[in-house]
């Protein structure tokens, strides 16, 4: 067995909040804004309840198999090949969005603060810092975690703070953007940015139990869903929709636009801390989950055996994508969009087989 | 291991002959203070550019004398003016002769000509420059009666001898006086793109010092608020002849219209930006003399939107308080019953102002600046619905009534003043 | 045959990258008492019995046994013979002959060669052949003469003397010395005497006396050199272990509290204690610094720093994982929270395991001001922490990589400071750093009085003449001397030294990526940080993992509000003190006296 160690709640809620509300810091939040115009905050809460929802559908699912995983479990409802073949499905997505997380951090930089760089040296520090990150395993990555969780907090409170004097209540209006209709729309397809959460169901052995594994994955929901909402709740309230959705990075033009007197201005660099910081972890903990995936399907014993290779995978498919336009515009919005039928869906049709097949678990200590 | 150690340590060693894409010495960039843009003669754009001067004044003396006696010709800028087809291949063709390179970051100044301002030229320009990530949207926008070169060779320190300091102050002082926007690069971007109000940015000039008549050659103004001049305008003398006063007024593409600093000051109190300044108003009960008070913001401006009728009307009500300055008179306006009579005449004056300036822009520049669109989008749900109602065509036939509200809160130094005495000394 | 090279050379990086399976026997701590999953310490390797009483006196019996003293040719000799537990020809049992013991003792002790061991022979009370054997220096001379040579050579305390072994009559009649002690084996006596004891052998008996009289020159109690505060106790250890364990004693006076003993240099015997309270420790804590205690072998242990070298968990680290202090109080303060002190023959410092990171920005001055101040202390001492490390890396970011992050005036200023300095910045700071270095390390190195010479010489070479030489900018110089300070306000020199070292890892990763090479560098300093475990306890506990609620991290709340052991340590018994500490907040004062 993958020896993963033991993980408490407030580690479990990093975890996934590093995940979730880490894209918030990239390019893909202006495609939200675009598509919702001044209701991105109200967007993005849909997103976060419907998460909410299909995340209520993993709890069942994995209630009804007590003490296993969720590889075990889809290997125990559709059978060994089938089980295989979902989960390897969503380690695949885990690896995809490691992938595309390291290279849409790789273009921003680039873009704000590293125009001459080529994206192959940044990307190889960035993979460094993964590298070491997952070498010390599942209990290393949650703690790393932990520890960053409320430098980061606080960095991006520091940010919500200092941009008040850019708050407009007028740039909210017209309140409702495009319409309730685009609001439901939009969030519901993008309720994947917060399906991460299923993530905690590939690790709920180093939970220690399942109440601790319901009330991370809500709680961490609820603080993505949170932080999210706050950054597009200040973005939206700082920039008129119509600007708003021109920026590449827009947490990062809002930052660049603070400005208190002659000293106290140029704020990025708290922000190029946040950002690289989160990137990295985000990066490194959706790897962890691909490795973790992979390694209990094939019942590899030692996760480290798998880092070397899977990041030149992530080194190579982050370079796939050849300019700025073809990443904001289509791989991550696609990963975005269909996200949420692999965080939710492949659960959903578990729960849907195991109830029809009338599978259960063993029941624990048996 | 020790194999393992020695391949790590080798790459890691790599790293650093690989990196260093992006490093650049601090003292191999040439900080650019203010970017000048004139329709250009040989091309399409006249750019000039101000630098702050590296002139070392620790090498050759050592130590530096804690902020001695600075002799050092660092207070004058150095500027390049060339022409070129945009502000980037400009910046290269620049590099030519200056050995830097450029970096716009800490750029304080953006000026337009007049000329190009007004021109189509402008909207270009501008859509032209907010990609650039050196351009920071916290410079402030200017448009300069003139050339803005002319203006850029009279961007001088004379105080302290440090310009991006001296660039910063100059456009703080909107906060002292109100006789300037505070328009920064990020407020007219968001206005200039805009669907509620039409950008704004401070107007500049140079004076010839010609407007401080001689003796007997002049007449005394009936107007009191001393504001009523543009930007070169201003009656006075001395060193500098550069001059930030009132307002350079937009439409969504183009400049059309300049405000005095008289309805800079009414315009700030609509947007809600008015932050102090210092009114002369006659004495209402002794038109001889006069009155000062220093004006502050009460509370933001209260507006309020009815869209029921065929065509908008709008309520403003401006709120502000102040402390009496000087009352040349000594009338006793710090008793309660007498203090109304001054706050009415002030009430009155700023609603005169005020009232001329929303005539002005709705019939002479047909452009909403006050930014009333942004409460009248509070009426709408959704964005479809209000570009539908095109309030940027609905503006000029807007009814907008105001009413301003002013409190004398404090009386300075004297809670009563003694009147004065005639010749005989008798108390007047 | 080139190709044949060329293909053990691929054999041999494929080698290095190929991935083996590295075996993992860390030890862990269990989390919970009842934890069915728990995994046991590895198997004790030594028979330590775990019972063991506190016992002032020197030398356990079962520790002896193993740790004999063998002259190198010996050793060989014994080693040939294939495990030293061999006992060779020599008999073990003392003899009843008095001179067949004389022969021995002497051969073992290489007399006449060594002039150090002296060997007084003479007769019992007039009748008996003895011979008392001890070393010069070791064992106090007035003892000897006054109250062991004196008294056993009187005849007239001797008169109830019914035959028998004398030995047993001299314990209980003759000798007025506090400790005497009846010894079977030869190397157990020699032990005995190269630790200063006084042993007397007497004809007809099988066994020997060893009495204490150890005295040797040693240096009084002092004020603590390294870790000095304004309140509190100004005592610190000493070489001398038994001085030191007194001291702890002093100050914890518990009955529970056990000292153990080892002898750990294979040929210089040298000791070390463990202490810690029974009841409170975690006995798997301590059966693990036993096991890792009693593993070692070598020749020669000088201290507490080449113990820690040998006990600690990751060598490869820059960060210690033992606490290490000079005080007393510290160490108590330490035993009470459940965790192991290791005391040395040799160096006046202590070693505290289990420790984590908390503990070296921590100093005892913390808990004796009140609370406030103490916190404030603390939140200091972290920034010092991380302007020692990251300043310099941070500045050659900030400067080289992203100049518009810094405010307009700061960037000209410091691109006008460097218009004459020929080097790049990062070649700037490396020679400063390089330079602080040196005058540090030359400070600590010069005779004293010089000391101040240098200081003077390196302000001079530092500051001025750097500066008009145009070597370096003076905001570098600025830069360098506060992370100076900073490095000097970290309490701990282990960790202050670690510091040191990944300062430039962070200049370096500062000058090759800016902003971004520091993150990423943060993130794998952080990794390894709190995947270290400092005996089974996690480096960065209390905080990363989460382990209790312990009011004693970076903010130190009141000291009647700390009512809990620190929990990652998993003392046996976890309460410090009850809820409610200051009793007198509950009653009311007497009538009358009341508002």
Known sequence: MLREGKIGVFEAISVITFMSATKVLYSSSRALVEASGTSGWLTTIVSGVTALAGFYFIILLMSRFPGQELVSVFETVFGRFAGIIFSLLMSVFFLLNSAMFAREFIEAVKVYAYPLSPPSFLLVIFILAIITVLYFGFECVARTAALFAWPMLAGLAVIVILAVPLYEMSNLYPVLGHGPACIIKTGLLRSSVYGDALALAVVINSLQGSEHFKKSGVTAIILSTAIIATGFLIYNLSFPYYIASESTIPVYALTRSIEYGRFFQRFEAIFLFVWSISGILASAINLYFALSTYSKVFRIDDHRALILPQTVIIFSVSLIPLDISSIAYEHVNHIRQYGSAIYFGIPLLALLVAVIRGIRGEQAGA | MRKKTALLSLLLLLLPAAGCYDRREPDEIAYVVAIGLDKGVTDRLRLSLQIVRMADESGARGMPGGGGQDTSPGDEPIIVTLDCPSLFTGMNMANSSISRKFNLMHAKLIIFSEELARSDDFEKQISGLMRYIEIRRIMHILVTRGKAEDFIRENKTLIGKNPPKTMQMLTDSSALTGMIPDANLFNFYNDFKSTFQRPIAILAGLNTFENLKNPGRGEIQESTSGGNYLAGELPRKGYLKRELLGTAVFNGTEMIGELNGTETRALAMIRGEFKRGFYTIKDPLKPDYLVSLEVFPARKPYVKVDLRGETPEIFVKIRLEGDLLAVQSAENYEKPDMKPVLEQAFESEIKSQVDSLVAKCQKEFKSDIFGLGRSVASKFLTIEDWERYRWHEKFPGATVNTEVDFIIRRTGLILKPSPLVTDGGVHK | ?595
Request: glycine share 8%; aromatic share 8%; proline share 6%.
């Open chain 3, 1 to 595: 045959m080139s190709g044949q090279k060329r293909q053990s050379l691929l054999g041999k990086l494929i080698s290095l990258l190929t991935y083996k399976p590295v075996s993992r026997s860390e030890f862990v701590l269990p989390e919970l008492e009842n934890e069915n999953s728990r995994r046991a310490a590895p198997e004790d390797k030594s028979n330590l019995s775990y019972e063991s009483e506190d016992s002032g006196n020197s030398g356990k019996e079962k520790d002896t046994a193993t740790k004999k003293p063998v002259r190198a040719s010996k050793w060989n000799r014994v080693k040939g013979e294939k495990g030293h537990g061999d006992k060779g020809s020599r008999p073990q049992e003392i003899s009843p002959d008095v001179d067949v013991n004389l022969e021995i003792i002497k051969d073992e002790f290489n007399i006449p060669t060594n002039i150090d061991v002296i060997i007084r022979e003479f007769k019992l009370a007039g009748m008996v052949d003895a011979f008392i054997v001890f070393i010069d220096g070791m064992a106090d001379r007035g003892v000897v003469n006054d109250f062991i040579l004196r008294q056993l050579m009187n005849p007239g305390q001797f008169e109830n003397y019914k035959g028998g072994c004398v030995l047993e009559y001299v314990t209980g009649n003759v000798l007025s010395v506090n400790q005497a002690k009846k010894l079977k084996k030869y190397e157990e006596a020699i032990t005995q005497i190269l630790m200063g004891v006084t042993v007397l052998f007497a004809d007809r008996c099988d066994s020997c006396l060893a009495i204490e009289t150890r005295g040797y020159e040693k240096r009084g109690i002092e004020k603590p050199a390294t870790e000095a505060v304004v309140r509190g106790s100004q005592e610190a250890f000493t070489e001398n272990l038994k001085t030191s364990v007194t001291q702890i004693r002093r100050i914890i006076r518990n009955k529970d509290l056990v000292h153990e003993f080892f002898l750990i240099g294979k040929q210089d015997n040298s000791m070390a204690s463990i202490l810690y309270i029974k009841g409170i420790a975690n006995p798997d804590v301590v059966k693990e610094v036993k096991r890792r205690l009693a593993s070692i072998e070598t020749d020669f242990i000088a201290g507490d720093g080449m113990l820690e070298q040998f006990i600690e968990d990751h060598p490869w680290m820059l960060v210690p994982q033992v606490l290490t202090t000079e005080r007393p109080d510290r160490t108590a303060a330490n035993i009470l929270d459940g965790k192991v002190a290791i005391l040395t023959e040799g160096t006046p410092f202590a070693i505290i395991v289990p420790a984590n990171f908390f503990a070296f920005i921590q100093t005892p001055e913390d808990a004796y001001l009140r609370w406030q101040y103490g916190t404030v202390l603390r939140f200091l001492r972290i920034s010092a922490f991380f302007i020692a490390l990251l300043l310099p890396g941070i500045y050659i970011a900030l400067t080289n990589y992203h100049p518009e992050m810094l405010p307009t005036d700061l960037a000209i200023a410091i691109s006008k400071s460097r218009e004459a300095v020929p080097f790049p910045s990062i070649v700037e700071v490396l020679l400063m750093e390089t330079s602080f270095e040196l005058i540090r390390e030359a400070g600590i190195r010069v005779p004293g009085l010089i000391g101040t010479t240098l200081g003077i010489i390196g302000a001079l070479i530092l500051g001025q003449a750097a500066v008009a030489a145009n070597i370096v900018s003076p905001i570098l110089i600025i830069i360098v001397a506060v992370t100076g300070l900073g490095n000097f306000a970290i309490p701990n020199y282990s960790l202050a030294f670690g510091v040191r070292i990944l300062r430039f890892f962070f200049i370096i990763l500062g000058g090759i990526a800016g902003f971004f090479g520091i993150s990423a560098g943060l993130v794998m300093l952080v990794a390894r940080a709190v995947s270290i475990k400092s005996f089974g306890v996690p480096f960065m506990a209390p905080a990363w993992p989460r382990a209790g609620r312990s009011p004693d991290i970076l903010t130190r709340y009141p000291v009647w509000y700390q009512e809990q052991r620190p929990d990652p340590i998993s003392p046996v018994n976890k309460k410090r003190q009850p809820g409610i500490s200051r009793g007198w907040v509950k009653g009311k004062p007497p009538e009358g006296k009341r508002e």
